[in-house]
């Protein structure tokens, strides 16, 4: 593993549970979209805590010089509440990889393609959508996003725009923990939802990418199959573990 | 580096003996896998023992359930940090399946081969002399489909990735031939002790 010391740059709330923290490379990296990285932490008495975040920023052109991750503060955790509570600007973070050669999409796949994302579970979602704009494709793809509530809803404006652009993306939100004062869909996912939204969308489905926490995943890619999307199509990715 | 700010968790020096570097202790038991989680029957199991590409023994359940049965309790370590301590499982050692099979390792290494195209690779002496086993049972329970049921390898030695989930075939190989994660960036053996997580450490 290659490790670096990286400068935090800023500092963003994005909800009450998850901040966004920007960090300059020292050693800029390739990655793919998708891809995590390693932050270790290490003590006075050599005691080291290491967690893996994936990358919410886009990779290029080029290697990049910065990027973003967003972490969501686990209470029993190690790293992230040390991210959320102690971790300031200037300060300089150990950070390793890229890893992770499995739960990659990369726009010069022509899809369609399902994202399926709960709650910080959009993180790599972003990487990908936010390449995918930067070089004009116009493969289909069409997020589902269920978070608990609106205001966590991450990226929500920017997942809104680019929605907006017309080229092929399309965004579907569902809260599970908010009904009523929206507009969005209330519920948890299931085979219906998500038959719905794949009978809207190009055929055939190239493939379906599922991230969120382990029952989040558990529910969604019960509900993709049910719904009747091969199962060999489906790649996943749990946080908290 | 030390960082800034960081102390550490209190009471993690209490298990500093027992813990490999870098690992912290979990009571839940987290889920990892790369795909959906197939649904194999009892019925439907088979597991098969292959030199090359050459099958030399099958089992179906039934057969394999009437194999020497061992109990085993151990610590275990993902690459993702956390560790679960005193984890108990119960199955077939890879030693009895040899010997049910009247093989002795022909190679050094092998392939566990799982439902859904999983593989990892591991030397044989990881696998013998009671290290190893195909573990049908734990916690007392019947081994859910989510941590790998009906059958999944159990290697707690080595970072558990390599204790593959839904488990199907054991194949020894002539050369040492990476598996699906070891192609992806984690290392060829994944020793915790050593920190063996990536590729390259």
């Given amino acids: 593993m290659d490790w670096q010391n990286a400068t935090i740059t800023h500092i963003e709330t994005l909800s009450p549970r998850v901040k966004s923290f920007f960090f300059r490379l020292?050693?800029?990296?390739?990655?793919?979209?998708?891809?995590?990285?390693?932050?270790?932490?290490?003590a006075p008495d050599?005691?080291?805590?290491?967690?893996?975040?994936?990358?919410?920023?886009?990779?290029?052109?080029?290697?990049?010089?910065?990027?973003?991750?967003?972490?969501?503060?686990?209470?029993?955790?190690?790293?992230?509440p040390f991210m959320h509570d102690a971790a300031e600007i200037d300060d300089e973070i150990e950070i390793g990889g890229p890893i992770g050669g499995h739960f990659i999409w990369s726009p010069d796949d022509p899809g369609p393609v399902l994202f399926i994302g709960g709650g910080s579970g959009v993180a790599p979602f972003m990487s990908m959508l936010r390449q995918r704009a930067s070089i004009g494709s116009r493969a289909?793809?069409?997020?589902?996003?269920?978070a608990r509530t609106r205001e966590e809803l991450l990226f929500f404006d920017e997942l809104s725009k680019l929605a907006g652009a017309g080229d092929?993306?399309?965004?579907?939100?569902?809260?599970?923990?908010?009904?009523?004062?929206?507009?969005?869909?209330a519920g948890r996912i299931d085979a219906a939802f998500i038959g719905g939204v794949v009978a809207a969308m190009k055929m055939?489905?190239?493939?379906?990418?599922?991230c969120g926490s382990d029952p989040f995943v558990e529910t969604a890619t019960e509900g993709a199959i049910a719904s009747g999307i091969d199962p060999a199509l489906i790649k996943t990715e749990r946080y908290g573990s | 580096m030390v960082t800034r700010g960081f102390v550490g968790r209190p009471g993690n020096s209490d298990q500093s003996t027992r813990?490999?570097?870098?690992?912290?202790?979990?009571?839940d038991f987290p889920i990892l896998s790369a795909a959906p989680t197939p649904r194999i029957s009892a019925e439907d199991w088979t597991f098969t023992l292959k030199v090359g590409p050459r099958?030399?023994?099958?089992?179906?359940?039934?057969?394999?359930?009437?194999?020497?049965?061992?109990?085993?309790?151990?610590?275990?370590?993902?690459?993702?940090?956390?560790?679960?301590?005193?984890?108990?499982?119960?199955?077939?050692?890879?030693?009895?399946?040899?010997?049910?099979?009247?093989?002795?390792?022909?190679?050094?290494?092998?392939?566990?081969?799982?439902y859904g195209g999983y593989s990892t690779n591991l030397p044989v002496a990881d696998l013998l002399v009671g290290k190893a086993?195909?573990?049908?049972?734990?916690?007392?329970?019947?081994?859910?489909?989510?941590?790998?049921?009906?059958?999944?390898?159990?290697?707690?030695?080595?970072?558990f990735w390599k204790s593959a989930k839904w488990v199907n075939a054991l194949q020894f190989t002539e050369r040492d031939e990476l598996g699906f994660w070891e192609l992806r960036g984690y290392h060829h053996y994944g020793d915790p002790w050593r920190e063996q997580r990536y590729t390259n450490d």
């Avoid at chain 1, 793809?141 to 269920?146: D, E, G, H, Y």
């Avoid at chain 2, 040899?98 to 392939?111: K, S, V, W």
């Avoid at chain 2, 195909?134 to 009906?150: C, D, F, K, N, S």
């Fill in chain 1, 46 to 80: 050599g005691y080291r805590a290491q967690r893996s975040y994936s990358i919410t920023s886009a990779p290029g052109p080029g290697k990049a010089e910065e990027l973003e991750l967003a972490i969501e503060r686990f209470d029993d955790g190690e790293v992230s």
């Fill in chain 1, 140 to 146: 289909p793809v069409t997020l589902v996003f269920s």
């Fill in chain 1, 204 to 210: 055939p489905l190239r493939h379906v990418l599922i």
């Fill in chain 1, 168 to 185: 092929g993306f399309s965004l579907t939100v569902t809260l599970t923990r908010e009904a009523g004062a929206h507009s969005f869909r």
């Fill in chain 2, 19 to 27: 813990l490999p570097p870098g690992q912290h202790v979990v009571t």
């Fill in chain 1, 26 to 42: 020292p050693e800029p990296m390739s990655f793919r979209p998708g891809q995590h990285v390693l932050i270790r932490l290490t």
């Fill in chain 2, 133 to 159: 086993m195909v573990a049908t049972r734990y916690a007392g329970q019947p081994l859910a489909a989510e941590h790998g049921g009906p059958a999944r390898l159990l290697v707690p030695h080595l970072y």
């Fill in chain 2, 55 to 114: 099958p030399v023994a099958k089992w179906n359940w039934a057969e394999f359930n009437a194999l020497p049965q061992t109990k085993m309790t151990r610590d275990i370590h993902c690459v993702t940090t956390w560790s679960k301590l005193n984890t108990f499982w119960e199955g077939v050692l890879i030693d009895d399946i040899l010997a049910a099979a009247n093989l002795e390792a022909p190679t050094a290494y092998t392939l566990a081969h799982s």
